[in-house]
Structure formats: C-alpha cells, structure tokens
C-alpha cells in the first residue's frame, strides 16, 4: 500500500480512509453518509474498492450504453453472427410481427427476413434450416398468445447453433447471421388504436348492472406505400370500474377477411404477475391470411374487435373507463400494442374510451302503484294481470321504456321480489290488501324511484 503526502495529510491510496488532524475516518466518494466500505458489495463490480457510481461520476470508467454499469462490467457482446430464434424481424424483440414477416417472405415476392436463421423458428432438417411457411408462423402466435412451445435455442438470448440437416449437400451446418440486428426501417404510415360506440353516460338505479358494447378501431394515415395496410396486429386493453365479459372478432371489418391466426380472450383479472393483480381486461391479435395477399385497407378506420363490457350503477356519480395499456396477460406472453406494416413493427397511438356513471333520477311514487291513481289496491292488481296476459290496458307501464325488463318498472312494480313481472305480483297485492300478506317489499312508504315520472301529487302512503 503506497502512502502519498498532499498538503501535510497522509492520504491512503487505497481511498479507504482518511487521516489528518481528525481521528481517522472512513471515506464517503458519494456523500450519502455511508462509509464507502459498508456499501460496496454489488455495487463495486469492477473491485477496486470505490462504489460503481463514484467510478462513473469521476469518469474512471466509462458506460457507453448507459446502463448505470461501468463499461468493464457488462457481460461481454456475442459473437458475430448471434442471432436470437423466432426475432425474424431482426430488430431485437419478439411480437406479431416475426411470425408475419416469416409468413410474408414465403409469399411476397422480392421480401426477405434480415436473418434467415432466426426466422427458422423450430429446427427443419428436411428443409435445411430454413423456415416452414406453415409450422413457424403457427407456432409463434402459439407462443405468443396461448402459451405454445417457444424457439428453439439460440433463444431468448443471441447466440449461435449448429443444425443438422438431412440433405445431402451439408451434415452439419452452423448457421450464422451477418444482418442480426438491423435498424427499424423508417415509418411508412401512422396507426392509432381507439374506440367506437363508447357511451357517453351509463346510468340506471343503483346497484344495476348495466351492460353495454364497444368497438375497438385500428385507423391508418399517412400510408407511404399506397395499396397495402396492416398485415398483423395485437392489442391489450384495461379497464377502471368496468368488468370485461367478451370480446371477439366476430361482426367486423376483420372478421369479413380472410384469416392465417386470431386470439381474442378476457384476461383474468386476479392474475399476479409480480405487480399486483393486472385488473380487467382482454387481448386479441389478428394475423391476415399473407397466403392471399390479404392486408387492411391502406387508409381510413376498420373494426377490429366488440367488446362487451358491464357497469354497476353507483350511489354517487363515478366515471369507468376502458383503455389499450401494453402488458395483459392472457394465456401466453404479455401482450402489446402492435401493428406489423411492410412486415415491421409499428406502436399505434392508444386511445380510451370514459363512460359517466350515475343513477338515473326518478320521482316520487308509491310502489305497486301500477294504474297511477296514488293508491295500492286490487285495482294495481288488476292493471298487472291486464298487461301481462292481455297486453292492455295499460299498453306499456308507467316507468322507464314502458316494458316489463325496464330495471324501473321492475324496481317500481315487482311485488314479490322475484326481479320479474307476473301474475305473483297481482296476487302478493291481493293477498296483502285482504288477507293480511307480506306488503311490497320496498316497503308501504312513497320513495323515488329512478326511471320513474314524478307522482307527488297522488302519492298516497
């Protein structure tokens, strides 16, 4: 240990500590308060006994890739010609797009994958490391979204392999990949992912179910090339104060084209992925039959998915919401927003649809009181026979829609609370008025009744 004289202080070379007219302290490069020896561990991954970040802040070492990790740290780069299995687009990551770059270059003719090996997703003796036009594609929306086999090694990181192939020009082959990775080709079009339909308000009584549908709508602009769309996409979409019960592809413009794959499924919603429950939600992805040529229309709005959604309606005004967020899970990986155009990646802009939820305001009525004369008796009874076994009169009931599935008329005139109108509630009247019976069950009060027209006047307890 070499001792060094600075100004009439013994400084240690080793950094450790210090000593001069104070009692000897240890040294703190970052001024955290910690003494640099009780905090090094991980942190000082090159071991020359100073914190990563005080060999950052003094340039001792260098982090090209900005990683917070001194350069001399990081594992070393692979070899050339590494390549990572199924990532056919060569941009560094797995999505929707490699299985329909795969597919595309067996049918658009002058398109080659950047790297031939990575896109040969399962090892193909018979074909001699090549990809298979039906098996590789199938099998990453497999992996993807149903939780199917992944590649086969070099996967999930680069590297090479050898393949063995059954044809007589080669027994072994090692196959390289000299263009892994490549740079994202420059925008050709701008995509947006939004909703259609979305109700501006929900409202009904309170504690009621309400449910309502959605669509969601992949716009294009700005297309570059002119007479082809998207080839592929997948989203993942969220919801707040909403409960997801279906979405499919049946009913859109996705569904009137020919198809190679589609997912469409409601995640669930408890799943704990180290973060938390993910919440409601649902994924879909839609790759177009290439085989034909099939893309989206080059401009303008199509209908990709329905939605169904519920919503109870709440005491107090609340909003709920449904909105495209990347990583819900469903069966396989989690999923992102993604379109594939001239077989690259592009991320759409991601829309959401806020729906306002309150109760509907009613009036002042008293329950049962079918004919509207203020009063319950067998008259009441007499008003629900009519309309349920000879539609009239009264043709349509006092409340909501006038039908007997309104929540209002249910709510108002549903005796018995069995949540529907029949002959049981005429007769739980009679039995009440003469017979001494059960009274309705919301009570012999007059009350607001959401749905309802205000009956204050005649409003007879």
């Not at 501006?200 to 669509?215: C, N, R, W």
């Not at 602009?221 to 997801?244: D, H, I, M, P, Y």
């Not at 080059?298 to 309606?313: F, L, N, S």
Request: a negative charge; proline letters at 10%; aromatic letters at 6%.
């Amino acid at each position: 240990m070499e001792v060094l004289t600075k100004n009439g202080l013994l400084v240690l070379a080793l950094g450790l500590f210090s000593i001069g007219a104070r009692p000897l302290q240890p040294a703190d490069c970052n001024g955290n308060g910690i003494p640099d020896p009780l905090e090094l561990g991980s942190r000082d991954c090159n071991m020359n006994f100073t914190p990563d970040e005080c060999d950052l802040a003094a340039g001792t070492s260098r982090d090209d890739n900005s990683n917070g990790v001194p350069d001399e740290c990081d594992p070393p780069p692979p070899p050339p010609g590494s390549f990572v299995r199924g990532d056919a687009t060569a941009d560094e990551r797995i999505d929707i797009s490699d299985p329909t770059a795969i597919l595309s270059e067996w049918t658009n003719v002058g398109y080659s994958v950047p790297c031939r090996a990575a896109a040969s997703v399962y090892s193909n003796p018979a074909c001699c490391c090549a990809s298979h036009p039906g098996t590789d594609p199938a099998g990453m929306i497999e992996y993807l979204f149903k939780g199917g086999r992944p590649p086969d090694p070099p996967f999930p990181s680069p590297g090479l392999t050898w393949d063995y192939c059954n044809r007589d020009e080669c027994v072994w082959q090692c196959i390289p990949c000299n263009r892994y990775p490549v740079p994202p080709p420059p925008p050709q079009a701008s995509f947006s992912l939004g909703f259609e339909g979305c109700p501006a308000e929900v409202s009904g009584t309170t504690g009621e179910v309400k449910t309502f549908e959605v669509v969601a709508v992949l716009t294009t602009s700005g297309n570059l090339v002119g007479t082809r769309g998207a080839q592929s996409w997948s989203f993942s979409l969220g919801a707040e104060n909403l409960k997801v019960v279906s979405v499919t592809i049946a009913g859109t413009d996705a569904a009137a084209l020919k198809s190679f794959r589609t997912v469409a499924e409601v995640v669930d919603p408890g799943l704990d992925r180290g973060a938390g429950p993910q919440g409601p939600g649902a994924v879909s992805a839609v790759m177009l039959d290439l085989l034909e040529g099939v893309t989206l229309p080059a401009e303008g709005t199509a209908r990709i998915a329905r939605i169904t959604a519920e919503a109870v309606v709440p005491e107090q005004p609340s909003q709920a919401r449904l909105f495209f967020v990347d990583g819900k899970k469903g069966s396989g990986l989690p999923v992102e927003n993604v379109v594939t155009f001239e077989n690259a990646s592009h991320f759409p802009s991601l829309g959401s649809c806020t729906i306002n939820l309150h109760r509907t305001a009613g009036g002042l009525q008293l329950p049962g009181d079918c004919n509207q004369d203020g009063e319950l008796d067998q008259s009441d009874a007499i008003c629900i026979l009519s309309y349920v076994f000879l539609g009239g009169p009264p043709e349509v009931l006092p409340c909501g829609d006038g039908g007997s599935g309104d929540p209002a008329n249910i709510f108002f005139l549903n005796f018995n609370d069995d949540q529907g109108l029949d002959q049981s509630d005429a007769i739980g009247i009679l039995m009440w008025k003469f017979l001494g019976g059960a009274p309705h069950f919301r009570g012999t009060a007059c009350v607001t009744i959401p749905g309802c027209p205000d009956n204050a006047a005649l409003c007879k307890p």
